[in-house]
C-alpha cells in the first residue's frame, strides 16, 4: 500500500526549530519528486519545499534561507528542516509524492505546526 507519514510537528515559540519527517512505504522516495506543502487556516495549500529524484531543491519564496529539504533514500524518508520559525508559519505540513508513470499525487496526513509564544 502506498503511504505517507509525517511527524515532528507541534508547538514551538517564535524563532524555533522543529523537524518533519516523512516516512514512505510503498513507494521509493528516490525515484521521484517528493515534498513538503502546507495550507493555514482559510488559505490555499502552498509548496514549501521540493525534491526532484536528481536532488534538485526548490523552496517557497517565503521560505528565505530558513527551512531545508532532504532525503534519506535508505530510510525512505523526506525530512524538512525548519529554523527561525515565525507566527504565519503556523499550518498543517503535509508531505507529497508524485508517482513517476503518470504524475498523480500522494498526500500523507498531514503534521500540525503551530508557532505561538
Known amino acids: 500500500q502506498e503511504k505517507l507519514v509525517e511527524s515532528g510537528g507541534g508547538l514551538v515559540q517564535p524563532g524555533g526549530s522543529l523537524r518533519l519527517s516523512c516516512k514512505a512505504s510503498g513507494v521509493l522516495v528516490s525515484s521521484s519528486t517528493v515534498g513538503w506543502y502546507r495550507q493555514a487556516p482559510g488559505k490555499q495549500r502552498e509548496m514549501v519545499a521540493v525534491t526532484t529524484s536528481d536532488s534538485r531543491t526548490m523552496y517557497g519564496d517565503f521560505v528565505k534561507d530558513r527551512f531545508t529539504i532532504w532525503r534519506d533514500n535508505y530510510e525512505n524518508a523526506v525530512y524538512l528542516q525548519m529554523d527561525s520559525l515565525k507566527p504565519e508559519d503556523t499550518a498543517i505540513y503535509y508531505c507529497?509524492?508524485?508517482?513517476?508513470?503518470?504524475?498523480?499525487?500522494?498526500w500523507g496526513q498531514g503534521t500540525h505546526v503551530t508557532v505561538s509564544s
Open positions: 507529497n509524492y508524485i508517482r513517476p508513470l503518470d504524475f498523480s499525487l500522494i
